[in-house]
């Protein structure tokens, strides 16, 4: 037989051998072993993050921002004096109701009546009320600033493009005409 038609069944053959050698290993065994190289232990034994356990973290210097061209606004210094630039539209309305049903909805409530779906240590509506007078008499700059940089156990949405921080102002205030109506 010649080397060329012998040459398949060799391949096949050390293929057979490669297969059962790997047969033969445990997980724990290819664990152990992967565990011996420096960058793969790394990568296991990674330290893990709960959500808000830490502060947030600032964009690395240099990097451009989300909201690139935009001009952000110096926050928590001065924003409650700024107005907002976003009219109050049905669009703005309806995607302020989209993020807040997202981001705000769990801690105030589908109505901004607090009694959302996290409990906090404060008894339930108590702090996290929208439609209070005292949240009302807050300016638009100010609850804009407050979604910016948190505030409490309020975590802040920095990450958030600013244009959607202002659509939940709009509907923030939707929240309070709609709950004023109803008194």
């Known amino acids: 037989m010649s080397a060329r038609r012998q040459m398949p069944a060799l391949c096949a053959l050390a293929g057979l051998a490669f297969a059962a050698g790997l047969a033969g290993c445990r997980g724990t065994e290819i664990e152990d ?7 793969f232990s790394n990568m296991r034994d990674q330290t893990a993050l ?18 690139a061209g935009v001009p952000l606004m110096a926050l928590p210094d001065g924003y409650d004096e700024v107005t907002n630039p976003t009219a ?4 703005s309305l309806a995607l302020g109701k989209e993020k807040y049903d997202i981001y705000c909805a769990v801690c105030h409530g589908p109505e901004g009546r607090g009694g959302g ?24 700059g100010y609850i804009f600033g407050m979604i910016s940089a948190g505030r ?30 109803n008194q």
């Open 33 to 39: 072993a992967i565990g011996n190289v420096d960058w």
């Open 50 to 67: 709960e959500p808000f356990e830490e502060p947030a973290r600032l964009p690395p210097e240099g990097t451009v921002h989300v909201d």
């Open 88 to 91: 109050a539209t049905p669009e």
């Open 117 to 140: 779906s996290i409990e906090g240590p404060y008894p339930r509506g108590l702090i996290n009320r929208l439609d209070s007078q005292r949240a009302r008499e807050l300016s638009d």
């Open 152 to 181: 409490g156990l309020m975590p802040n949405y920095r990450r958030m493009p600013q244009a959607d921080r202002w659509h939940i102002v709009n509907y923030v205030r939707e929240l309070q005409e709609s709950a004023e109506d």
